[in-house]
């Protein structure tokens, strides 16, 4: 079928009752361009104002209804083809309405739909067609998820006679040095009244476009009834996919009727083979690959849940270039944009189907839709995802209650036959918390405690111990006061009895936040094979070294590689006070963000980054972090998500001659660390110092530096140096050309500097842009964790001296930004638009 896009043209609105409507009160529609997140454009509230989307997990945005309207002509020439519009992903419970008549509905935010629209239409030149979608978001998810038409949207046109959409299907079976057996299945639709017999024409060809295999044959569709075609090719000499070579190929299909063209469809795949096993572990064209995994939520940090192909590109690259080679999709599916990028980029995915089955978490989320829908969205997913060498595992489900329970793993084995029904090239795996499936038994123990201790109580004339909070808390709550407790629930013998069968249904063992458990199941279970789904970011040097000593251990996932959008404040820095004498887990409003990703919503890495990729092996410089001087001597307190109050800086104006801690992260057997010169000694670092020292000084500004010696030689160093003389403002554009097609953007970077090009993070101003040409200012901000500032407004304050401004193309030419800042001079930035 012909796919043509189907963003443009479209307008929106606030979902308005038809009866106050009649009563007068009107909510213009205003024009938009796909994709397009109706959310963060809303105005936040802290609780006890506006109905918000479950408070801080939606990170204070307030829920609501949208209505999205196009209109668009059919010629006539298309009367008695076939006319789907396809939906990339509409978050949430969307209804499709087709000249005012009911056309589909999909509950699922996450899930690829189509429309069968021909039926509805009107056809000629003059026709006046309207589509209108409407979408709800409201309590119905642990983060942010934003609203709307918010991916990508098509226009499919085809012949009664067809390739079925998603009907190309590539797969490698059969793969040594000298020749890889590529087969092709073909799924043809006949809707005509006829017996048809057509030409299956198929063409391989490389990444130059050169013919590396070819074949024809005949299939015969019979009214009705769909056909497959498979046909067997073979490519000599194939380049394989991996991480670090992705060679990639393109299957097109054409069908023919009397050399006439009937239909033909495209596709890109690589020629890899997996294997797995308890003592090799996952090994992708005959070598073993650990998983440094990144788990990673949907939204694009200041585009909201707009999901846009170089957004998607960008986030995959700069979670490479920071040491990741897996990407686990949390806790939906990945976009098809984010695969594209992936193949492309050589990045592994562990895509997800769901974050609830039968048992809800949210007032009002998938769990009322489940039952009916999951096999539909399953089917989405996988043959969203078949043709991507990326994906080498689909999970169906994250941190599910009925895990623990025999119903709960019967629902495991359904969910995961009938992923391999569809695609059985891949692993199924399952992200399992072992103290949330046994959540109830342990509710029982601790009932049980409770009445005895009040029973106690009762018995010694003293006051009854109440029940305390934790029935109030969230499923992430009780986790972050937990730390320890839960690592140690995860290796019970109750949770080894109680997730035995869960487990059994997967061929990958997905543990959340259970390390204790790999060794343990080595000798307990000695043909399962462990997946760490979700690991706590500040153990990463343990969990690794797990990793590196088991064969059945093939990775580790940390939470997570990105911040993200909504269960605010997990991972912030937090001191006992007397006023807070227990770390809190959700932080009040206006906090925005998680503030636990290696890199900020802006893309920009934070230390953790850079100690995770020195435990990966793959940094052999030393790093330096400092804690923020101003809470020097406080006692912290921060969850098992958050890492140090530090900041790679040498810049802290006001605390000159105060005490100061100093974090080194480092490879080696020591390292010396020296401030203007003068050294303060050297000090074991490596992996039995878990990759990190500290030293404690008096801050003095000018230059720190870190040089890390093995065996007496220097190894690496990293030198930080403190910002002098006037602020500058400068601005910088990733790329210097970008295109009006495939979702392409342009990303400014806009930092504070001295003359010497010294990041200044200590005097943040408001920076206001001005875009002109041919694009406009797609979102702009920072990355502040606790900003009441909009994604949208032309004026943000910098933090830590950076912020980020996104455009998007309108059509070629150039796009003019000016920014300017007080008591800076304006900077200008031009990008051409092809």
């Known amino acids: ?182 087969e092709v299945a073909t799924l043809v639709e006949n809707d005509s009244i006829a017996i048809r017999t057509v030409d299956v024409v198929t063409e391989i060809r490389d990444a130059d476009g050169s013919t590396v295999a070819r ?31 992705p060679a990639l190929y393109t299957t097109t299909v054409t069908l023919k009727d009397s050399d006439a063209e009937v239909d033909a469809e495209t596709v890109t795949f690589g020629i890899r083979s997996l294997r797995l096993d308890p003592e090799h572990g996952l090994r992708i064209n005959g070598g073993t690959v650990k998983l440094r995994g990144a788990c990673v939520h949907h939204d694009n940090g200041v585009l909201g849940a707009a999901t846009f192909a170089r957004a998607e590109e960008r986030r995959v690259q700069l979670l490479k270039d920071a040491g990741f080679n897996a990407i686990r999709m949390s806790h939906n599916p990945m976009s098809k944009a984010m695969l594209d ?47 991507h060498p990326s994906v080498i595992m689909y999970s169906i489900g994250n941190e599910i209650p009925e895990t623990g329970s025999p119903l709960g793993a019967a629902w495991g084995r359904k969910l995961a ?37 009040e029973q106690r109580a ?19 709550t009780l986790m972050a006061d937990a730390g320890d407790m839960m690592n140690a629930i995860s290796a019970s013998g109750l949770v080894t009895e109680k997730t035995a069968e869960s487990f059994a249904v997967l061929d990958v063992a997905g543990m959340n936040y259970a390390e204790a458990r790999y060794t343990l199941d080595k000798d307990l279970f000695p043909n399962r094979i462990i997946l760490g789904t979700e690991t706590f970011p500040t153990r990463i040097d343990g969990n690794w070294r797990l990793v590196r000593q088991h064969g059945h251990v093939i990775g580790d996932f940390t939470w997570t590689g990105w911040d993200y959008l ?48 020195i435990v990966f092996g793959l940094r052999t410089q030393p790093y330096i972090a400092v804690r923020r001087p101003e809470h020097h001597g406080k006692t912290w307190a921060g969850t098992p998500w958050a890492w140090s109050d530090s900041l790679a800086s040498w810049t802290w104006p006001g605390s000159e001659g105060n005490p100061i801690t100093i974090e080194v992260y480092g490879d080696a057997d020591e390292v010396e660390l020296l401030v203007n010169g003068s050294s303060l000694g050297r000090r074991p670092v490596g992996e039995d110092h878990r990759f990190r020292t500290e030293f404690d000084t008096t801050y003095e500004p000018g230059e720190l530096l870190a040089i890390t010696y093995r065996d007496g030689t220097e190894t690496g160093r990293h030198t930080l140096r403190s910002a002098t003389g006037p602020i500058e403002l400068r601005a910088t554009a990733d790329r210097p050309a970008i295109t009006t097609k495939g979702g392409d953007l342009t990303y400014v970077t806009l930092t504070l500097t001295d003359p010497n090009s010294t990041l200044h993070t200590a005097t943040d101003r408001p920076v206001r842009l001005e875009v002109t040409g041919t694009g406009v200012l797609l979102g702009f901000g920072s990355a502040d964790p606790a900003s009441e500032e909009r994604f949208d407004a032309h004026e943000r304050r910098t933090y830590e001296g950076r ?17 300017t800042a007080p008591e800076c001079a304006p900077v200008d930035v031009v990008v051409t638009v092809e």
Request: net charge negative; with cysteine; aromatic share 10%.
């Open 803 to 819: 912020a980020l401004a996104v455009l998007r193309p309108t059509g070629p030419g150039k796009i003019h930004l000016t920014a």
């Open 417 to 453: 036959e009938k992923v391999r029904a569809l695609d059985d090239t891949r692993y199924v795996t399952n992200a399992v918390n072992g103290m949330l499936a046994v959540m109830s038994e342990l509710g029982k123990l601790r009932g049980q405690s409770q009445q005895k201790a």
């Open 1 to 182: 079928m012909i796919r043509t896009p189907f963003n443009d043209g479209w307008q929106t609105r606030p979902k308005v009752n038809p009866f106050a409507e009649l009563s007068g009160t009107k909510v213009p529609f205003r024009p938009v361009t796909l994709p397009h997140d109706a959310m963060i454009e809303r105005e936040r509230a802290a609780p006890g104002g506006e109905v918000t989307m479950e408070g801080g997990a939606g990170a204070y945005f307030p829920g609501g209804v949208y209505e999205y309207r196009k209109t668009f002509a059919v010629p006539e020439e298309h009367r008695g083809k076939r006319i789907l519009v396809e939906f990339e992903g509409v978050y949430r419970d969307a209804v499709v309405f087709v000249n005012g008549d009911y056309a589909g509905q999909r509950p699922f935010g996450y899930s690829r739909f189509r429309i069968d629209a021909d039926r509805f239409l009107r056809y000629g030149d003059d026709s006046a067609n309207e589509i209108r979608v409407e979408a709800r978001a409201h309590r119905d998810s642990r983060w942010y998820t934003g609203a709307g038409i918010y991916r990508d949207t098509w226009l499919l046109v085809g012949e009664v006679v067809r390739i079925a959409p998603d009907g190309l299907r590539v797969t490698t079976p059969d793969i040594d040095a000298r020749r890889a057996v590529v």
């Open 566 to 613: 909504g269960e605010v404040g997990i991972g912030r820095p937090q001191y006992l006070t007397p006023d807070a004498p227990r770390p809190a887990h959700t932080a009040p409003y206006p906090y925005l963000v998680a503030d636990c990703g290696d890199l900020d919503i802006t893309g920009h890495r934070r230390p953790a980054s850079y100690y995770r990729e």
């Open 341 to 387: 990028a992936c193949d492309r980029l050589g990045m592994l995915v562990v895509d997800e189907a769901f974050d609830v089955w039968t048992s809800g978490k949210s007032e009002f989320d998938y769990s009322l839709n489940f039952p009916e829908w999951w096999e539909r969205d399953i089917e989405a997913m996988v043959a969203k995802d078949v043709n």
């Open 458 to 476: 009762e018995q010694e004339g003293e006051q009854e111990v109440g029940a305390g909070e934790s029935e109030e808390k969230g499923i992430n």
């Open 215 to 245: 074949d024809t044959s005949k299939i015969t569709v019979l009214p009705g009834e769909p056909a497959t075609a498979r046909q067997r090719l073979y490519v000599h000499g194939p380049l394989l996919w991996s991480p670090d070579t």
